[in-house]
C-alpha cells in the first residue's frame, strides 16, 4: 500500500526544474514565509520548487520528574519519514507525505488510553503503570489548482495507530483518525485571495485491557472523569469493563486571507469542533460519558522585503473549550442497560495567545523571538473539584545558514524560559547539514538537542535524522 502511494506520486508528470538540489533544500528551509499550513488551496502559491524528501529519524525525550505521568518520563522511538511536492504545471501541484514510528513510552502512569489530549477527561487508567510499545501509520495527500482568479484544492490523512503493554496490566488500544479537507479561494484585490475551508474528521479508538496472571488482578482499573474523579461503577477488574472504544465526528470551517507573493498582509481563523461519545462494547455498546471538544484559532502577522532584509511579524490565539457529560444507566433488570439522561459534570478552558517576529538577513543570518501566555482551567460539578494554571514562554533563537558550491550548512542555537505550570530555563542547539552529489540528489544530516532545567532536574529532547532530497 506504501509502494503504491508513493508511484502514484512519483511517476505524475511533473514541470522540469534546473535548480540544485541543495538550492531548493536552502529555500525550502527559510524560515521567513507566507502560511500555507492548513490550506488545500494556495500551496500551490508556495515558492518551493518540486522536490522529495526521504529520511529516516530516531526521537528521545527523558525526564527526571515527568511534567505530564499520563505521557510517561521518556521516549524512544524511530521513524521514516518521505514527503513530496509534485508541479505538475504552474497551476497544477500534488502534494504527499508517508511516515512510519516505532516507539516506546516509558514509565507511563495513570493513563491506559492512547492520545490522551484527544479523549480527556474519559482515560482508562491502572494502578501500575509502565512502559507502553507503540507503532503508527500516517499517510496524507493533496491536489491544488488554480483557474483563472479562482483557487481550490483537496486534502486527506489518516493515522493508524496501535499501543500496548508488554506485561501486565496489558492494554490494547487501535486508533482510527482520518481527516480531509477541501477549500476554495479568489482573487478579490490584486496580490490577495480569500479562502473558505471545510473540514470532516472521524475518529475511533478501540481499547482492551488483559491480565495474563491472576495475581496482575491485584492492581485496579479506572474510568476516570476528570480532576480525580472516577465511574466507579465500572471500577475493577471485570473483563466486561475493560473493553471500551471510543468513537467521535469533526467538523471544522475557517476563512484565510493570504498574498499571492511572499508579502503583505495574511490572517486566517478557524472554527473546530469533536464529538467523541465514550461507549461499553460488552454491554449492549451503551453509551457512558461524551466530551465536546471546541478550538477557535486566529492569526495575523505581515511579512515585508526592504533590500537584504526579510522579516515577518505576527500573532496567533487558540481557544479550547471542553464539555463533559456523564450517562445515568439502570440497573440492567431487562438484560441490557439503558441510558437513563446525561448530566454536564465537567468543563475546562485553555487560552494561548502568541506574539512573534522572525527575521532573515542577506538570506544567511536568521533570528526570531516569540513569546507566549497561556491558561488552563478545569471544572468538575459534583464533588466539586476545580484547577487553574497560567504561564508565560519565551524562546529566541538564532540561525546561520551557509549555501556554498556542493554544501547547504545551518546551525542554530535556542534559549528560553517557561512557566507552565512549573519554572524552567532552556537551552538547545541544532545542525543541518547537506552536500549534493549529483545535480538533483543530496544527502544530509540533521540533529537537534534541548534541555529544560527544571527544579527536580533536567528534561532532554533530542532527535537526529539522515535522509536524502531529491
Same mark, same amino acid.
Given at each position: 500500500?506504501?509502494?503504491?502511494?508513493?508511484?502514484?506520486?512519483?511517476?505524475?508528470?511533473?514541470?522540469?526544474?534546473?535548480?540544485?538540489?541543495?538550492?531548493?533544500?536552502?529555500?525550502?528551509?527559510?524560515?521567513?514565509?507566507?502560511?500555507?499550513?492548513?490550506?488545500?488551496?494556495?500551496?500551490?502559491?508556495?515558492?518551493?520548487?518540486?522536490?522529495?524528501?526521504? !529520511?529516516?529519524?530516531?526521537?528521545?525525550?527523558?525526564?527526571?520528574?515527568?511534567?505530564?505521568?499520563?505521557?510517561?518520563?521518556?521516549?524512544?522511538?524511530?521513524?521514516?519519514?518521505?514527503?513530496?511536492?509534485?508541479?505538475?504545471?504552474?497551476?497544477?501541484?500534488?502534494?504527499?507525505?508517508?511516515?512510519?514510528?516505532?516507539?516506546?513510552?516509558?514509565?507511563?502512569? @495513570?493513563?491506559? =488510553? =492512547?492520545?490522551?489530549?484527544?479523549?480527556?477527561?474519559?482515560?482508562?487508567?491502572?494502578?501500575?503503570?509502565?512502559?507502553?510499545?507503540?507503532?503508527?501509520?500516517?499517510?496524507?495527500?493533496?491536489?491544488?489548482?488554480?483557474?483563472?482568479?479562482?483557487? @481550490?484544492?483537496?486534502?486527506?490523512?489518516?493515522?493508524?495507530?496501535?499501543?500496548?503493554? #508488554?506485561?501486565?496490566?496489558?492494554?490494547?488500544?487501535?486508533?482510527?483518525?482520518?481527516?480531509?479537507?477541501?477549500?476554495?479561494? @479568489?482573487?478579490?484585490?490584486?496580490?490577495?485571495?480569500?479562502?473558505?475551508?471545510?473540514?470532516? &474528521?472521524? *475518529?475511533?479508538?478501540?481499547?482492551?485491557?488483559?491480565?495474563?496472571?491472576?495475581?496482575?488482578?491485584? =492492581?485496579?482499573?479506572?474510568?476516570?472523569? !476528570?480532576?480525580?474523579?472516577?465511574?466507579?461503577?465500572?471500577?475493577?477488574?471485570?473483563?466486561?469493563? #475493560?473493553?471500551?472504544?471510543?468513537?467521535?465526528?469533526?467538523?471544522?470551517?475557517?476563512?484565510?486571507?493570504?498574498?499571492? &507573493?511572499?508579502?503583505?498582509?495574511?490572517?486566517?481563523?478557524?472554527?473546530?469542533?469533536?464529538?467523541?461519545?465514550?461507549?461499553?462494547?460488552?454491554?449492549?455498546?451503551?453509551?457512558?460519558?461524551?466530551?465536546?471538544?471546541?478550538?477557535?484559532?486566529?492569526?495575523?502577522?505581515?511579512?515585508?522585503?526592504?533590500?537584504?532584509? $526579510?522579516?515577518?511579524?505576527?500573532? &496567533?490565539?487558540? *481557544?479550547?473549550?471542553?464539555?463533559?457529560?456523564? =450517562?445515568?444507566?439502570?440497573? !440492567?433488570?431487562?438484560?441490557?442497560?439503558?441510558?437513563?439522561?446525561?448530566?454536564?459534570?465537567?468543563?475546562?478552558? *485553555?487560552?494561548?495567545?502568541?506574539?512573534?517576529?522572525?527575521?532573515?538577513?542577506?538570506?544567511? @543570518?536568521?533570528?526570531?523571538?516569540? $513569546?507566549?501566555? !497561556?491558561?488552563?482551567?478545569?471544572?468538575?460539578?459534583?464533588?466539586?473539584?476545580?484547577?487553574?494554571?497560567?504561564?508565560?514562554?519565551?524562546?529566541?533563537?538564532?540561525?546561520?545558514?551557509?549555501?556554498?558550491?556542493?554544501?547547504?550548512?545551518?546551525?542554530? %542555537?535556542?534559549?528560553?524560559?517557561?512557566?507552565?505550570?512549573?519554572?524552567?530555563?532552556?537551552?538547545?542547539?541544532?545542525?543541518?547539514?547537506?552536500?549534493?552529489?549529483?545535480?538533483?540528489?543530496?544527502?544530509?544530516?540533521?540533529?537537534?538537542?534541548?534541555?529544560?532545567?527544571?527544579?527536580?532536574?533536567?528534561?532532554?529532547?533530542?532527535?537526529?535524522? %539522515?535522509?536524502?532530497?531529491?
Amino acid at each position: 500500500m506504501i509502494h503504491e502511494f508513493l508511484l502514484s506520486l512519483l511517476l505524475l508528470p511533473a514541470v522540469p526544474d534546473s535548480l540544485p538540489a541543495v538550492q531548493k533544500s536552502a529555500d525550502r528551509t527559510r524560515p521567513v514565509r507566507v502560511t500555507e499550513e492548513g490550506s488545500a488551496a494556495l500551496y500551490l502559491m508556495g515558492p518551493d520548487a518540486g522536490f522529495t524528501q526521504a !529520511g529516516a529519524s530516531w526521537i528521545g525525550r527523558s525526564e527526571t520528574t515527568p511534567l505530564l505521568q499520563e505521557e510517561g518520563k521518556g521516549l524512544q522511538e524511530g521513524q521514516v519519514n518521505i514527503r513530496t511536492l509534485v508541479r505538475l504545471d504552474s497551476l497544477k501541484a500534488v502534494r504527499g507525505s508517508v511516515r512510519y514510528t516505532n516507539g516506546i513510552k516509558r514509565e507511563v502512569n @495513570w493513563n491506559s =488510553s =492512547s492520545d490522551y489530549f484527544v479523549v480527556y477527561p474519559y482515560v482508562i487508567a491502572d494502578t501500575l503503570g509502565g512502559n507502553v510499545n507503540k507503532e503508527e501509520y500516517y499517510f496524507s495527500g493533496g491536489y491544488s489548482a488554480r483557474y483563472g482568479r479562482f483557487h @481550490w484544492g483537496a486534502e486527506g490523512a489518516y493515522r493508524a495507530l496501535h499501543e500496548y503493554r #508488554m506485561v501486565d496490566p496489558r492494554p490494547r488500544n487501535i486508533v482510527s483518525d482520518l481527516q480531509v479537507k477541501a477549500s476554495a479561494g @479568489w482573487r478579490l484585490v490584486p496580490g490577495y485571495v480569500l479562502e473558505a475551508t471545510a473540514g470532516y &474528521r472521524r *475518529y475511533s479508538q478501540n481499547q482492551s485491557m488483559a491480565f495474563i496472571s491472576q495475581r496482575g488482578k491485584n =492492581s485496579a482499573v479506572f474510568h476516570l472523569t !476528570g480532576l480525580g474523579n472516577h465511574f466507579a461503577r465500572f471500577s475493577g477488574t471485570t473483563d466486561t469493563y #475493560m473493553n471500551t472504544r471510543y468513537a467521535g465526528n469533526g467538523v471544522s470551517i475557517g476563512l484565510a486571507w493570504s498574498p499571492v &507573493r511572499q508579502k503583505g498582509w495574511e490572517a486566517g481563523v478557524e472554527y473546530s469542533l469533536l464529538d467523541l461519545v465514550h461507549f461499553l462494547p460488552n454491554l449492549n455498546q451503551v453509551p457512558y460519558t461524551e466530551a465536546y471538544t471546541r478550538n477557535v484559532r486566529a492569526r495575523g502577522a505581515y511579512v515585508s522585503r526592504a533590500g537584504d532584509l $526579510v522579516w515577518k511579524a505576527g500573532a &496567533r490565539l487558540q *481557544y479550547e473549550w471542553r464539555q463533559g457529560l456523564e =450517562s445515568v444507566l439502570d440497573n !440492567g433488570s431487562s438484560g441490557y442497560l439503558k441510558e437513563l439522561g446525561r448530566f454536564l459534570m465537567f468543563s475546562s478552558e *485553555y487560552l494561548s495567545a502568541e506574539v512573534y517576529g522572525l527575521f532573515e538577513w542577506k538570506r544567511q @543570518w536568521t533570528a526570531q523571538a516569540r $513569546v507566549q501566555y !497561556g491558561s488552563f482551567g478545569a471544572l468538575y460539578a459534583y464533588p466539586a473539584r476545580s484547577q487553574a494554571f497560567s504561564g508565560l514562554n519565551v524562546h529566541l533563537e538564532a540561525a546561520y545558514r551557509l549555501q556554498k558550491g556542493y554544501w547547504f550548512v545551518s546551525p542554530a %542555537l535556542q534559549a528560553g524560559w517557561y512557566r507552565f505550570p512549573v519554572s524552567a530555563w532552556k537551552a538547545g542547539a541544532s545542525l543541518h547539514a547537506e552536500r549534493q552529489l549529483t545535480r538533483h540528489l543530496s544527502l544530509y544530516l540533521q540533529g537537534s538537542a534541548q534541555a529544560f532545567f527544571l527544579p527536580d532536574g533536567p528534561s532532554w529532547l533530542h532527535n537526529i535524522t %539522515l535522509g536524502i532530497n531529491f
